[in-house]
């Protein structure tokens, strides 16, 4: 079945602007919304962006969402060693007869 | 307080079976999808299968189909995962989560750890 492809890491230093990257096809990205969720070390994994560019209630507004074509983006701004962790990104794929949730490889996010 | 608490999760010998569940307090269970998500150690998120706020829709990945099976129990407010022929690759924590209709998980609970030994 398909999955999303991510970089495996990205690294930054406090105060700078990283930026993960999604790769789908068209049966996910396209034509659905996608998610992000962060996974803090050990913990539960938590939405931090869903319908591509919509923050819940409590995520920093340093995270800001984008999609265009089969690729969708997590940027973070004013990094902070706070925002360690891994991040998925994730969409519903509507593959002819094999319809489910596919989440992306994960990136890991270091603060240098 | 909205809540996700898995159990059922242990040590199981390569061709047995398990039955995970999920307990949720705080909201209208039987007004949500819910799915359930693996993560093996070390490795990324898994989507297993969801099923319809009545049970009358279920969806799996392909690796568990015809071995897993997802359940509800709206009285009582609680999600199941019957697992059988269980492989090495099943080990992980499972996560049952909260679907919206955007398909996004908006709630997830802290996971319950399975271990397939051969």
């Known amino acids: 079945q398909s999955v999303l492809t991510q970089p495996p890491s990205v690294s930054g230093t406090p105060g700078q602007t990283v930026t993960i990257s999604c790769s789908g096809i068209s049966s996910n990205i396209v034509i659905n919304t996608v998610t992000w969720y962060q996974q803090l070390p050990g913990t539960a994994p938590k939405f931090v962006m869903f319908?591509?560019?919509e923050r819940p209630s409590g995520v920093s507004d340093r995270f800001s969402g984008s999609k265009s074509g089969t690729s969708a983006s997590l940027a973070i701004s004013g990094l902070q060693s706070e925002d360690e962790a891994d991040y998925y990104c994730?969409?519903?794929?509507?593959?002819?007869?094999?319809?489910?949730?596919?989440f992306g490889t994960g990136t890991k996010v270091t603060v240098l | 307080e909205v809540q996700l608490v898995e159990s059922g999760g242990g040590l199981v010998q390569s061709g047995g079976s398990l039955r995970l569940s999920c307990a949720a307090s705080?909201?209208?269970?039987?007004?949500?999808?819910m799915s359930w998500v693996r993560q093996a150690p070390g490795k990324g998120l898994e989507w297993v299968a969801n099923i319809k706020q009545d049970g009358s829709e279920k969806l799996y990945v392909d690796s568990v189909k015809g071995r897993c099976t997802i359940s509800r129990d709206n009285a009582k407010n609680l999600l199941f995962l019957e697992m059988n022929s269980l492989r090495g690759e099943d080990t992980a924590v499972y996560y049952c989560?909260?679907?919206?209709?955007?398909?996004?998980?908006?709630?997830w609970g802290r996971g319950t750890t399975v271990t397939v030994s051969s």
């Open positions: 994730a969409a519903w794929d509507d593959s002819l007869n094999v319809a489910h949730y596919v």
């Open positions: 989560a909260r679907e919206r209709e955007d398909y996004y998980l908006d709630v």
């Open positions: 319908n591509i560019d």
């Open positions: 705080g909201f209208t269970f039987s007004g949500y999808w």
